[in-house]
């Protein structure tokens, strides 16, 4: 036992409720791991062992944990983020505690084991479910509130082996047909098979060949960094980030976006379906939710980069494109109510660099739903901008994350809660939170998701409430000083999610239904309801998550002021 996590042989055990791989997925038998094996080694850590609980023994088809395993998130026992969270409202259903208690027990059984040591945990762990799809495998961006709930808990080895595992991913060749992928490309999930005759191993990774849709996992590189940072500040160890690997893996991932090329704007270039919406829903151009995770994963390099070598000058690059991004996101992607009548007022064609109306935007292609939607209180990044396009949707992730990056301004963090707030109905109703608001329908619907069976009006990623975001709302909420909202976000929560199941999304306008084809057990809205509250109770945690605003012209740090 390592650092608080007990190693456990049994994968066997884990992967034999799981399905076939089909064969297009990338497979490799990894006999002489030395690699991982070498570099997993954590550093010796004070960390505090953890106290069983009694009576948590797992069935299913996965593995069966002894009591020693388990943590106990009451009572304070070996926590460094204590439970004794607000009371929620009586009507609850379950007592909040025995929620957080249930919440730690759903999240170990996603654990999921390559060659007895942990490295990430499974999607979905629904047993009712028909069909496991890709549920059974561990997604790099599903992984993430994971992650932050074993660091908060002072867990540290899955996250690690996760870094490593998915590094030693990015480095197989990636072919789609005939096709070579980029270098730096990220997977999107991977999975452990489990061989009972030859006792081994094996990974299968999945950069978008096999993803329905075929989807470019743009947001894993991201991610990556970001956990990577967040790793980093929550150890104070910074060993894992200066090997020679985990410089190459930033440079690599960053290398992709920075190439020069035909742009025109800072703004990254996707396909639809690039991120957690991976699906075609209209995303694709300059989405949001990639444009601020972009910009967090190059302040995180920042952080992260030894200024020597190769790096030295993709340090000056990723500072000038910060630069150039935060000006145009700020400027072209923010809109308030005064922005809102200056785009209604717009003069179009108009020519040469004098123009207001910088991407022609045509004033009857605002949405009516937006006159109303606009507070006079209040502001949020839209979802996309090109030549002229705005897509005026909100998308619930991107603006969380432009707070937690300083990529928003402070008073546009301010405006964007102050817009939460104003349409709580909307965006949060009665399960937080909209993933994207509002819905499309009709010929619209037809026409943007290809009539989409799964993203049909107020389902799914079409303005479905994905539970999973509360811990992104929370944190949000602590750094702009309003912690209430984040309170009230997780009473909501609590009298649903564990009754229902840990489902994966809601439908309907205020959320009231479980989806369609939600899965339940989903991993990331265990995850994500444990990050919210122990943010909540400590929210020193939030630093992990968070970066401040670079005041000044963003100066070359060394990667040794953590704390
Ligand atoms: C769905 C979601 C995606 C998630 C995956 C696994 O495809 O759209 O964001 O990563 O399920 O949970």
Known sequence: MENGIKKTPSSDKINSGMKKTPSSLFSITELDDFYFQHLSRSPRLNIERKISLDGCSISGNLRHIDSHECISPMGGFGHRAGFDTPNSTSDNVYEPHMMVVAAWDALRKSIVYFRGQPVGTVAACDVTSEEALNYDQVFVRDFVPSALAFLMNGEFDIVRNFLLKTLQLQSWEKKIDRFKLGEGVM???????????????????????????????????????????????????????????????????????????????????????????????????????????????????????????????????????????????????????????????????????????????????????????????????????????????????????????????????????????????????????????????????????????????????????????????????????????????IDLAERRLLKDGWPEYYDGKLGRYIGKQSRKYQTWSIAGYLVAKMMLEDPSNLGMISLEEDREKPVVKRSSSWS
């Open 187 to 489: 997977p999107a999930s991977f999975k452990v098979l489990h061989d009972s005759h030859k006792k081994i191993d094996t990974i299968m990774a999945d950069f978008g060949e096999s993803a329905i849709g075929r989807v470019a996992p743009v947001d894993s590189g991201f991610w990556w960094i970001i956990l990577l940072r967040a790793y980093t500040r929550s150890t104070g160890d910074s060993t894992l980030s200066e090997t020679p690997d985990c410089q190459k893996g930033i440079q690599l991932i960053l290398s992709l976006c920075l190439a020069e090329g035909f742009d025109t704007f800072p703004t990254l270039l996707c396909t639809d379906g690039c991120c957690m919406i991976d699906r075609r829903m209209g995303i694709y151009g300059y989405p949001i939710e990639i444009q601020a995770l972009f910009f967090m994963a190059l302040r995180c390099a920042l952080q992260l980069l030894k200024p020597e070598g190769e790096s030295k000058e993709l340090l000056e690059r990723i500072m000038t494109r910060l630069h150039a991004l935060s000006y145009h996101m700020r400027s072209y992607f923010w809109l308030d109510f005064q922005q809102l009548n200056g785009i209604y007022r717009y003069k179009t064609e108009e020519y040469s660099h004098t123009a207001v109306n910088k991407f022609n935007v045509i004033p009857d292609s605002i949405p009516d739903w937006l006159f109303d939607f606009m507070p006079n209180r209040g502001g949020y990044f839209i979802g996309n901008v090109s030549p002229a396009r705005m897509d005026f949707r909100w998308f619930a992730l991107g603006n969380c994350i432009a707070i937690l990056a300083s990529l928003a301004t402070p008073e546009q963090s301010i405006a964007i809660m102050d817009l939460i707030e104003e349409r709580w109905e909307e965006l949060v109703g009665e399960m937080p939170l909209k993933a994207c608001f509002p819905a499309i329908d009709g010929h619209e619907w037809t026409s943007v998701t290809g009539c989409d069976p799964k993203n049909t009006r107020w389902s799914y990623h079409n303005g479905g409430s994905w539970p999973v975001l509360l811990w992104l709302l929370t944190a949000a909420s602590i750094k702009t000083g309003r912690p209430h909202i984040a309170k009230k976000a």
